[in-house]
C-alpha cells in the first residue's frame, strides 16, 4: 500500500483511504533570505501540497518560494544528542506519530 | 523576564488600536495589497465607443459577481480545510474584479452609479451574465467543472483585453489575468483527479460535464456579443478566445480520461437577460439586506 | 504532571532509571528560563495532553466559528461587506489550520481531531452556539467575540509551547483586523438609520453576556488553570482575561452610544477597573453540555461538509497512489532498457 493511502502523520497510524499525508511547508518570503519553516498541511500530492501551501501561508503573494516536503521524509536530530532516549538520532521529524488518547470530557478552557 | 512580558503585551494591545496603511485593500481583494487602478486615468479615450465599453464591464462584472455568490455558498461546506481556503481565494478574486468592472460601467454608461446600485438594485432580467455561472454549484465535480470552463474562457477574453484602448478596463483585465491562471489551474488540476481518481469520482465528473455541456456555446457566443468595437484588434476576438478555451478543455479532459459531451446547446442568452430560473432566487438571497434597509449605510 | 503515567512507563520501561527524572529537570529549566519546549523535546505527558486538547478545542473553534458569520457572507449588503466578511471568514479557516498544524507537532492527527469533533468528544466554544439573526451581529462578533479572544490569545504568543505560540502571533496579527472591521462595521451602522441603530443595540443586548462567558468559569471553578499556568501554556487567569475585556470594551461601547446590559457595571475608582455582573454560569454549563441554541446544527454542518466530502479526498488519494505507480513503472521500465 502506498503512503499516499495509509495516509496518517507518518508510517505508523490507522489507515484510512482519504486521509491525505501531512507535508511541511517552508516559504522564502523575498529574494536573499533563507526558506524558513512555516507550518504544515495535508494534501494528496506535492501538486496539491503547494497549491494549499500558497494559498494558506503565503496568500499567493506572488515572488515568494515554496518548498513542501512530505513530513516523513525529513530526518531530525534530537536537541541533545547524547540523550540515551532518542537512538537512532536521526529520527522522524516528530517524535510521537500515533495519537494520544486525550480524556473525553474536556472542560471549557 | 516578567517585566518585558507585561510590556510586549501592552504593544500588542497598543498596535491593535492603531491605524494600519493599507485599510481596505487587504480586506477588499483578499490577496493584492495595492490598488491595480492607481495612477490609471478614467476619462474615455476618443477612439472608444462609451455604451460598448459599458456594456462589456457590466456583462463580465455580472459573470464574476455571480460566480462568486455560487463559490460563497461553498463556504463551511468544502470537502477539505485547505479547498475552503482555496475556494475562498477564488471566489475574492472574482469579487474583486466584479467591484472594479462595475465602478467602470458607473464611470461610463452616463449614470455615475456605485458598485452596490448594480450589485443590489437591478432586476434579474438587467444582469447580464451567462447562464453557466449562475447553475446551482451541484455536488464538488460539478463546481469544479464549471470553474475549468469558466477560467479557461475567462482568461483566454481577458488576456486579450488587457491590451485593450480602454486604459481602466485594460488594468482590470491586466490584474485579472494571473489569479485566472491560478483559478484554471486550480480546476484542472482538480478535474484531473477527480476523472482519473476513483470509479465514483470519474462517474460524478463525466455526470458534471454532461449537465454542463449545453452551456459552453453561450459562453463562446457571448464573447463576440460584447466585445467588438472594444478590443483594439478585433481580429485576436471571438473565433480566437473560442479556439483557445476548446483547446484548453480537450487537453484538460484528455489528460483526466473524459471528454467534453457534444449535446445541443441550452436556450438560454443571458447577455440579452433570458435566464434560467435559478438566477432570480440567487439575487433575492444576495440583495435581501440591501433592499429590506434601502437608506441604510453600511 | 504525573498525569498519563502508565503509558509513559510502558513506552520507556527499557531505559534507565534515572532518565525520567533528568528529563523533568531539563524540562522544567527550560520553562523556568522561559524559553520554548519545541515537538521534539522531551515533555510531560500531562503537558503533551493538555496542549492537545487546549489546541484542538481552539483550532475546532475556528472552523466551527466560520458558520455563524459565513451565513452572512452571501447577503452582506455591500459588495464591500461582503468581500470584508468573506475574507475574515476564510482567515478563520486559515486559523483552524495553523492549529491543527501545531497540534500535529504533538502526534495528534486532523482526521482524528475531527472525528472527536463530529462526534462531540471534543468541543469548540460555546459563543458559536448562538445565533445570528441580524447582520448587526457580524458586526457585534468582530467587536466582542474576536475582542474577546485577541485578549485571551495575545498572551498566548508568549506560550511555552513554540509551535502554538508561533501560530497565535500569526493569528493574533489578522485578528486584530477583524475587530476592526466589526467595529468600523457597528461605527457606520450607528451613523446610519434608527432601524440600524435600534439592530446594533439588541444585538449588543444578545452578545454581551456570552462573550463575558468566553474567558471561561471564574478561576475558583477552572479546575485544569493552575497546571496551565505552572506549565506556561496558559499565562493570565479567566478572571484577569474577563476583567481586561470589561475594561477594554467600555469605553468603546461609549464611544459608539451603546448600552452594554449589565446594570452593576461601573467604574471603581479604588481598584483602578471596572466592577460588573456575574454572568449566568448555569446558561454557559447547559451550552457546553450541548444544550445551547445551535449546537446541533453547528456540528451538523461540520459532519456534513466532512461526509460530503469523503469521495473527494479519496479521489486525490487514489489519484496520487495511482501516479506514484505510474513513475514507479516508468522507472522500472527504464532500469530494464
Redo the contacts between chains.
Sequence with gaps: MSDAQIGRNGDNGTPSKGDWPLYEVFVRGKRGLNHVHVGSLHAADDTMALTHARDLYTRRNEGVSIWVVRSSHIAASTRDEKDPFFAPSADKVYRHPTFYDIPDDVPHI | MSSTEAADDDHVYLSLAEGHDDGDARWAFGTGFSDPLHGVDTAVPDAVDGSALAAVCLALGDDALVASQRLAEWCTRAPELEEEVALANIGLDLLGQARMLYARCGQVDGTDRREDAYAYFRAPADFRNVALVELPNGDFALSIARLLILSTWRLALLSRLAGTSDPVLAAIAAKAVPELTYHRQYAADWVVRLGDGTEESHRRMRAALRELAPYVEELLTATGDTVPGILAAPDTGTEAVREETLGVLRQVLAAAGLDLPERPAAPYRGRGGEHTEHLAPLLEELQSVAREHPEATW | MAA?PA?AAEQ?ED??PG?ESR?QA?FDATIGK?QRI?????MP?GY??TL???I???AHSE?IG??PE?EW????????????L?????DE??H???L???A?????????LTE?LISG???Y??IFNYPTPT?ADVGVIGWFVDGAA?CNQ??L??SSYG?YA??MVRI?KEE??H???GYE?LL??M???Q??RAMVQDAVDRWWWPSLMMF??PDGD???SAASMAWKI??HTNDELRQRFVD?TVPQAEKLGVTLPDPQLRWNEKRGRHDFGTPDWSE?KRV?AGDGPCNDERVA??T??HE??????????????????RAQARTHEGAAA
Design positions: 498519563g503509558r520507556d531505559r534507565d532518565a528529563l531539563g522561559d519545541e515537538p521534539r523535546d522531551w505527558e503533551r495532553r492537545v486538547r487546549q484542538a478545542q481552539h472552523i466560520m458558520q459565513g457572507i452571501t447577503r452582506a449588503p455591500s459588495l464591500r461587506r461582503k468581500a470584508i468573506f475574507a475574515k471568514v476564510q479557516a486559515g483552524g489550520l495553523y491543527y498544524s501545531a500535529e507537532t504533538l502526534g495528534a492527527d486532523r482526521a482524528d472527536r468528544r471534543q468541543k466554544s460555546s447582520f485577541i495575545v498572551p504568543c508568549r509551535p508561533r501560530a493574533c486584530s483586523f475587530q476592526r472591521q462595521l457606520t451602522m451613523r446610519g438609520t432601524a440600524q471561561g468559569p477552572s479546575p485544569n496558559k499565562r477594554m454557559l457546553i454542518r461540520r456534513a461538509a460530503d466530502g469523503a469521495w473527494v479526498r479519496e479521489a486525490a488519494a487514489a489519484h496520487a497512489a495511482k501516479q506514484a505507480a
